[in-house]
């Protein structure tokens, strides 16, 4: 209703006041036209990209946190046997799950996947004061 309004306003004015609204609504219409593009592109590049990406399954953190899912408690050989780990690999699987702070010692020489801990389980504070004796 407010368009056809419009339309017969802008139809029944004088070509200057015609000229005068074209030439302000121009700038806001070239705005408006570019954000629609830009909108476009990014829908094209969102629609053409992936936005999750899988894992490497190389990477051994990952072969051996699926292993301890399936399998809690088993012993660093064990693990090792499973992944058909060559010695070097076994010597980096000594490394990980004695530093990565997903895997945690359950038992005498069995390892499972620990919780993930919050900054303030892993990280020193800044505030504590020891107390004086």
Same mark, same amino acid.
């Given at each position: 209703?407010?368009?056809?309004?419009?339309?017969?306003?802008?139809?029944?004015?004088?070509?200057?006041?015609?000229?005068?609204?074209?030439?302000?609504?121009?700038?806001?219409?070239?705005?408006?036209?570019?954000?629609?593009?830009?909108?476009?592109?990014?829908?094209?590049?969102?629609?053409?990209?992936?936005?999750?990406?899988?894992?490497?399954?190389?990477? @051994?953190?990952?072969?051996?946190?699926?292993? #301890? /899912?399936?399998?809690?408690?088993? $012993?660093?050989?064990? %693990?090792?046997? +499973? =992944?058909?780990?060559?010695?070097?690999?076994?010597?980096?699987?000594?490394?990980? @799950?004695?530093?990565?702070?997903?895997?945690? #010692? /359950?038992?005498?020489?069995?390892? $499972?996947?620990?919780? %993930?801990?919050? +900054? =303030?389980?892993?990280?020193?504070?800044?505030?504590?004061?020891?107390?004086?004796?």
């Amino acid at each position: 209703m407010l368009a056809s309004g419009i339309g017969a306003y802008l139809l029944l004015a004088s070509p200057t006041r015609r000229q005068g609204v074209a030439d302000g609504i121009g700038p806001v219409v070239g705005r408006l036209n570019a954000n629609i593009k830009l909108g476009n592109l990014a829908h094209r590049a969102l629609m053409d990209g992936r936005l999750v990406f899988t894992p490497d399954p190389s990477r @051994l953190e990952l072969r051996v946190a699926s292993y #301890l /899912v399936r399998h809690p408690d088993a $012993s660093m050989r064990a %693990i090792g046997d +499973a =992944l058909h780990l060559s010695t070097t690999a076994r010597r980096q699987l000594a490394r990980v @799950l004695r530093s990565h702070p997903s895997f945690e #010692l /359950v038992s005498r020489y069995g390892w $499972s996947i620990g919780r %993930i801990r919050t +900054a =303030l389980a892993t990280e020193p504070s800044t505030s504590w004061q020891p107390q004086s004796a």
